[in-house]
């Protein structure tokens, strides 16, 4: 599977300013995506990361608040904007490769684990 | 919408008993199904994973789950569990592209 890194691994983050997410891999795949794992809480998914176009945002997340980035088949950037404590969080990057013969399966970063003050 | 019901929150056991975590996955057609472990401060691994043919599926570190589908039903075991079990159990279901995921089992095996 891939290598996933991620970062920073956490933050504490000051109400109203935007933080920056990074989320490398270590080879070339297909898809990428963003959850998000509120205390205490399961996953949620956030969007699809694509490359060369607009992130496919899942219900009640939109493009203002979550704004995404993904320039190659290595690398995507979230930024979670315009913060307030309700975003605090932890923020995993996932990938998933589907040129392969079989069927695969999503792979997590470390997570990135966000507090707003 | 599709869903994914895990039903124990909370499992305490001791070393050596044998570990059953249930969930349930909403009927959508095609059936992928997984299990991911979080240990203490690491990240999200994948147990196992099923997709179709035989529907006990073995994963790493002796786990194991069973695909029943007229119960809807995907439950991870391990027969003797250990202290470094000790984690939290996600099941998920693939729906589309996205995983959705059920709410996670906190496993605490006591020594």
Redesign the interface.
């Known amino acids: 599977?891939a290598v996933i890194s991620q970062k920073p691994s956490r933050d504490i983050c000051q109400r109203g300013t935007s933080l920056t997410i990074q989320c490398q891999v270590d080879s070339q795949v297909t898809?990428m995506?963003w959850y998000r794992q509120q205390p205490g809480?399961?996953?949620?998914?956030i969007a699809?990361a694509n490359q060369g176009s607009e992130a496919t945002y899942?219900s009640g997340f939109v493009i203002d608040k979550f704004p995404i980035s993904r320039p190659n088949l290595t690398f995507s950037t979230l930024t979670v904007s315009n913060m307030s404590p309700e975003d605090s969080s932890i923020y995993?990057c996932?990938v998933e490769d589907l040129r392969g013969a079989g069927?695969e399966?999503?792979?997590?970063?470390?997570?990135t684990r966000l507090l707003v003050l | 919408a599709q869903s994914v019901s895990q039903h124990n929150h909370h499992v305490i056991l001791s070393e050596a008993a044998s570990l059953e975590l249930g969930c349930n996955y909403s009927y959508g057609g095609t059936v992928?199904l997984?299990w991911?472990v979080q240990y203490p401060g690491?990240?999200?691994?994948?147990l196992l994973?099923y997709?179709s043919g035989d529907p006990l599926v073995k994963g790493i570190k002796g786990f194991e789950a069973e695909f029943i589908k007229s119960k809807f039903s995907f439950n991870l075991r391990k027969p003797s569990v250990q202290w470094s079990d000790t984690a939290e159990y996600?099941c998920a279901q693939r729906s589309s592209?996205?995983?959705i995921?059920?709410?996670?089992t906190r496993l605490l095996v006591r020594p």
């Open positions: 599977s898809m995506f809480q399961s996953l949620t998914l699809t899942e995993l996932s069927r399966a999503q792979y997590f970063g470390p997570g | 992928n997984f991911y690491q990240h999200l691994q994948l994973k997709f996600f592209y996205k995983l995921f059920g709410s996670g």
